[in-house]
Every structure is written in structure tokens, then in C-alpha cells.
């Protein structure tokens, strides 16, 4: 579902994460802002792919 690399944010909200492992129910990422500090592991089924809301950069 998830590759390293990609971005996902915790569906119950949080900071931005960013990928480095996956496991088979399981990813471990970091904060995308500070990609050598703290690592989180969590459930495939509490992670949703990253997106942005509203219209950034439209004038």
C-alpha cells in the first residue's frame, strides 16, 4: 500500500510523515520537516496518503 518515499499523514491528525520502511501491516516514518529524528510506527489502516486542503499558490 505504501512504498518509502511517500507521504501519509495519521488519519486521526498529526504532522506531515514521511516513509523510510514497510512492514506487512506496518510502516515506520518521520516527521517529513526532520527527516533524522524521532521514528514512528504505525498500523497501515491509521495512515492516509498526504494531501493539502484549499488552493495553494492561486491568486
Known amino acids: ?12 491528525g498529526g504532522p506531515k510523515l514521511k516513509v523510510i520502511e514497510v512492514h506487512e501491516d506496518s510502516i515506520v516514518a518521520v516527521q517529513a520537516s526532520d527527516e533524522h529524528g524521532k521514528q ?5 489502516a491509521d ?3 498526504y494531501q493539502e486542503d484549499g488552493d495553494f499558490g492561486v491568486c
Not at 1 to 12: I, S, W
Not at 40 to 44: E, Q
Open 40 to 44: 514512528y510506527t504505525l498500523k497501515n
Open 1 to 12: 500500500m505504501f512504498a518509502p518515499g511517500d507521504l501519509v499523514q495519521p488519519k486521526n
Open 47 to 49: 495512515v492516509a496518503p
